[in-house]
């Protein structure tokens, strides 16, 4: 399974903020829209990441308060990013490896779309899911041995 299977199935609605943006300004569309990540772009380039993970920390270093803070002092300005045609076992590995909930898609210079760590975990269960269906059905249709090919009982 690829990356492109979990876009086709997910819709490809962009959520993005600039980086000069205020960061109350990002948390109130961020709340708005139910979302927990915004992607950073500026003249139509990725430049960053904002997640809940660095909101809060900002906000935590602030006293509580978002204040003046802009999006740009706070976004992770090195997301991890993979491309349509990235398998999933890989995006696992990737996510686990930095911890990261939210994966920008690439496709060269171009935003495809943000996948989740709960789209992935999704992906997988509906992929077992569906084997697991496929291979109850083989049990359930298996072949009965007919009783004329069945060697006769020694006696």
């Not at 740009?72 to 990235?86: H, I, Q, Y």
Request: aromatic residues 6%.
């Amino acid at each position: 399974m690829k990356v492109s299977d979990i876009l086709r199935v997910k819709g490809s609605t962009l959520f993005t903020t600039t980086p000069d943006k205020p960061l109350a300004t990002a948390l109130q569309q961020m709340a708005e829209l139910d979302i927990g990540s915004l992607v950073v772009m500026e003249h139509g380039d990725l430049v960053g990441m904002l997640t809940f993970r660095e909101v809060i920390s900002a906000v935590v270093r602030n006293g509580g308060q978002a204040g003046t803070t802009i999006v740009r002092t706070v976004m992770d300005d090195a997301p991890l990013t993979c491309t349509p045609e990235t398998e999933m076992d890989e995006v696992r590995r990737m996510m686990l490896q930095r911890h990261a909930r939210y994966m920008p898609v690439m496709e060269k210079r171009t935003l495809m779309g943000v996948i989740s760590f709960y789209d992935v975990a999704k992906a997988v269960v509906d992929a077992q899911d569906f084997e697991n269906r496929m291979l109850k059905a083989y049990i359930r249709d298996w072949p009965v041995q007919e009783e004329s090919s069945r060697p006769a009982p020694e006696a």
